[in-house]
């Protein structure tokens, strides 16, 4: 996901020296006088980083206890997490009522604001009792607390953490019942326990809702797929079951409390029915024949899993699943499944075999079309938010369509450039050239 962070720093320098060049009496200005791409000399975000636009959202969270929906978007690459009060209200390009982790919505850089700044925020939950959001603070190696955002709205600082010793501790130490590895997912039940998959640790962890206010370090008081907090292995050191995971990389719960969790690298879905116990083994799976069973054939099917991403459960009990190998999310049921049941409804391709980014209409993008989708939410009405995270964009698909209406990220539904490319904006820039040949300059 920031594969291209490395370069970010190459190009600013780049900048500064095409922008250094000013004289005074005669002699070149050690200082830069304007800048090209951003606003001014302090700002730095790819594309001309505003607030309306998005950069790899990862995940979606929404809050459906009162009226209105709110909507919170990870937007993973910009650090930080927007949020917007009423999806129904929303119009294309409305500005977010809250950022979190950034002192404003022009800032996208890791640590926007000190210690207890984001770094590639991933997976998102809300409570169901109180509003609290949780953040999987992926490259910090933790999870963090805002209380209740939109009861809160000039706390832009999360005021708990999980994972780690305090806020000033950033690094995967050895696994025990306090620490976190690369946490993907999160999730709340209907008793208020939060669920963290631990991603980098091949496990699921607890924190019930009794201890969710201790001081850190908070220690969880349940660990699935591993047989103690010490252990890491992926399915246990052993072949794909019923009790292993591989690289957890969603979680989600349904009307039950029942425990749904993409198990990426197994290539499937697994569900832990309520209530869930030490030692607890999965009860159904989707995406594979059997519990033991792990891959995909060479063409998609409807029962395939190419790395399953962001889950939901929706009022009925269907199961969607975000997979962006295979630029789709797919729909199944979940009332007496075991194993294997096929999906039987598909975003973002026309079928259940074809998984090309943005069919029919690469290198844009569509309002059907998906370019690596990495979660999906459904609220009370059927309306269905996915995380479209090739296409920098999250879609608001109506109840019973297949096309998106809304678009959050975007302009339009055809745009698809990190941060929505702008006529002033510049995307790591290498090299300038000065007309000379007119006056005044171009700079």
């Keep these: 996901m920031k594969a291209t962070q490395p370069w970010r720093g190459v190009c600013a320098y780049s900048l500064f020296l095409a922008l250094s060049v000013g004289t005074v009496a005669g002699q070149i200005s050690p200082s830069a006088y304007r800048a090209l791409g951003q606003t001014n000399l302090t700002f730095d975000g790819l594309n001309l980083v505003q607030g309306v636009e998005l950069n790899s959202p990862n995940a979606i969270a929404l809050d459906t206890r009162g009226a209105q929906v709110h909507i919170y978007i990870s937007d993973s690459a910009n650090s930080r997490i927007l949020a917007w009060p009423d999806t129904a209200a929303y119009q294309i390009g409305d500005p977010p009522t809250l950022v979190l982790g950034q002192p404003g919505p022009q800032y996208s850089q890791s640590y926007g604001i000190g210690a207890k700044g984001l770094n590639t925020p991933i997976g998102l939950a809300v409570d169901p009792t109180n ?48 620490s976190m590895n690369q946490p993907r997912a999160v999730v709340v039940d209907f008793a208020g326990n939060l669920w963290v998959a631990d991603t980098g640790n091949n496990r699921l962890l607890r924190f019930s809702a009794g201890i969710l206010n201790n001081p850190a ?27 292993g995971l591989s690289t957890p990389a969603g979680l989600a719960v349904d009307g039950q409390n029942n425990l749904y969790v993409s198990d990426f690298n197994n290539t499937r879905v697994v569900k832990f029915a309520a209530p869930i116990a030490a030692g607890a083994s999965a009860s159904a799976v989707w995406g ?156």
């Design 131 to 178: 509003g609290n959001l949780y953040v999987a603070d992926y490259g910090n190696n933790r999870v963090v607390r805002y209380p209740s955002p939109f009861d809160n709205p000039t706390q832009i600082e999360p005021d708990t953490v999980y994972g780690q010793a305090s806020f000033n501790t950033f690094t995967a130490a050895t696994a025990s019942a306090s």
């Design 217 to 243: 370090p908070v220690s969880a008081d349940l660990v699935i797929a591993q047989g103690g907090f010490t252990t890491t292995q992926a399915n246990g050191g052993g072949n794909p079951s019923a009790t």
């Design 288 to 443: 594979e024949s059997s519990f033991s069973t792990r891959g995909v054939p060479p063409q998609a099917t409807s029962s395939s899993l190419g790395g399953p991403e962001g889950i939901t459960v929706d009022a009925k009990g269907n199961l969607y699943v975000a997979v962006p190998g295979d630029n789709r999310v797919l729909v199944f049921p979940t009332s007496g499944v075991t194993t294997g049941t096929p999906a039987t409804i598909v975003f973002g391709q026309a079928d259940f075999s074809t998984t090309t980014p943005n069919t029919g209409a690469f290198p844009l993008a569509s309002a059907s079309t998906l370019s690596g989708p990495t979660d999906v939410k459904v609220d009370p009405s059927g309306n269905v938010f996915i995380a479209d995270a090739g296409n920098n964009r999250v879609l608001k698909i109506p109840a019973g369509a297949k096309s998106a209406n809304q678009i959050w990220g975007q302009s339009d539904l055809v745009s698809n450039g990190a941060n929505q490319i702008k006529p002033s904006s510049i995307n790591f820039p290498y090299q300038i050239v000065i007309d000379y040949s007119q006056s005044p300059y171009a700079l």
